[in-house]
C-alpha cells in the first residue's frame, strides 16, 4: 500500500468479531486500530470527569451520547493525516458509527483531518447465534485481547498473549443482561448504518461465523478490493 491513509470501518452487531479482527489486521499488517470501546473504557480506567459520567451507561449496555463519544475519539482522528508516519497506513475503525447520525458526524471528523471512509466490513452473523459467544468470552485487562474460553480461566492465571497474571476477566456488559441490551441496541440503532453505506456503494459483507481466521482471511480479500494491500 502506498501513500495516502485509508480508512476502514468494520460494522457488525457484538459479539460478531469487530475486535478480534481489528486487532489481527494491527499485528498482521500494521494496521492502526482504533476501537471506540477500548478508548472508552480506557477513558472510564482514568477515572476521569468523562468517565465516570459514561460508566454506568456502557455497563448497562446503552451507547453513550454521541458528543461524548467524538470527544474521546476526535483527538485520535485528527492525528491521522499530521503525522508524516501515518502516511501509508491502513487504519480501522471499530465500534464506530453505532447510528446513523454518527455516520454524519464521522464523515465530519474525518473531513478535517482531511482522510475518508474508503471501504466498509460488515461482519453479519444471527444475533440469537452471537448470546452464547459471550459466555465463552473473556478479555485481559492489561492488553485487550479478547479470548475464546470454554470454562472460566483459573484464579490467577496468565493471559496467553501478554503473560500478565490475574488480567482475564469479564467485561461488566458481557453480562447476560447488558448482552441482551447491546443487542437489542445494535438492532434499533445501529442496523440503519449498513444501508446508509450500502447507498454510497462501499460496503462488503462478511459471514461473521467463521472462525476468526477464516474471517481474517475474508476481510484480507476484501480489502484488496478496495486498494492494494502489501504490508501484509
Ligand atoms: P464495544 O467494545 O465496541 O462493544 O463497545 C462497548 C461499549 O462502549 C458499548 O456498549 C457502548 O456503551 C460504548 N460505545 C462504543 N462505541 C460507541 C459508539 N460509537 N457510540 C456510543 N457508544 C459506544
Known sequence: MRGGV?????????????GTQGALLAERCGARHISTGSLLRDEVASGSHLGLQIRDIMARGELVSDGHLFACLEHSLASLSRSAEAQGTLVVLDGVPRNLAQVGLLDAALDRAGVKV???????????????????????????SILALESAPAAGSACPRCGTKGSLGRRDDDAPEAVRRRLAVY???????SAAYGKRGILEVI??????????LKVLEKIAKIFPLSSC
Do not use: N, Y
Not at 485509508?6 to 459479539?15: C, M, Q, R, S
Not at 438492532?187 to 448504518?193: L, M, N, R, S
Open 187 to 193: 438492532q434499533e440503532a445501529t442496523a440503519p448504518v
Open 6 to 18: 485509508h480508512v476502514i470501518v468494520l460494522l457488525g452487531p457484538p459479539g460478531a468479531g469487530k
Open 118 to 144: 474508503d471501504g466498509v466490513l460488515e461482519l453479519q452473523a444471527p444475533l440469537e447465534k452471537l448470546v452464547d459467544r459471550f459466555q465463552r468470552r473473556w478479555t485481559c485487562s492489561s492488553c485487550g
Open 207 to 216: 459471514d461473521g461465523l467463521l472462525d476468526p481466521e477464516g474471517t481474517h
